[in-house]
């Protein structure tokens, strides 16, 4: 009895070490794994901050994809340069390039440019993204959509990265 008791506290003892070296290596998917966890806090507050000032809505890659699949009416906008639209981009996206910084004001031209690819349907379900959840060309689109009037303006904040991570399809060409 005293042998199996033994036994069982080795086993209990050698599972606790192997949980704390999971939660605390830093290669593993535990508490300390590897991610920057300021960086990301920084990221996720910039980004909760910008949809806040921009009034519009925020869509996940994953729930994205799954109005795709719905055939869900709208238009997704690549706010990117037209070179990385070329090198991969969202099926059915159209490209549209914004500047990095927070676009205070628009241009006639760009303005004009913009709401013509917008279209006149105010209701219209529009998305915007970008290269990646840091950059804020996406927020550009989406605060812009929404100062122009348009009722349903997203962002998709991890962009074409994370579509790629994610395994989806990408068209690629104009």
Known sequence: ????????????????????????????????????????????????????????????????????????????????????FIKSHYPGAVQFELPIPELKEMSEKTKSAFIKLLGWDKNRILVFYCGFTKCTRSHNGAMWAIKLGYKNAYRCPGGIKGWLQAGFPVEKGE
Do not use: H
């Open 1 to 84: 009895m005293l042998k199996i008791q033994k036994s069982k506290r080795m086993v209990i003892s050698g599972l606790f070490c192997a949980a704390l070296l999971f939660l605390f290596n830093p290669g593993s998917n535990g508490f300390c794994s590897g991610i920057n966890e300021v960086k990301t806090e920084e990221i996720a507050v910039n980004l909760v901050r910008d949809v806040q000032k921009g009034s519009y809505g925020i869509i996940r890659t994953d729930e994205l994809k799954k109005w795709m699949d719905q055939k869900k009416e709208m238009l997704i906008v690549f706010t990117g340069p037209e070179s990385g």
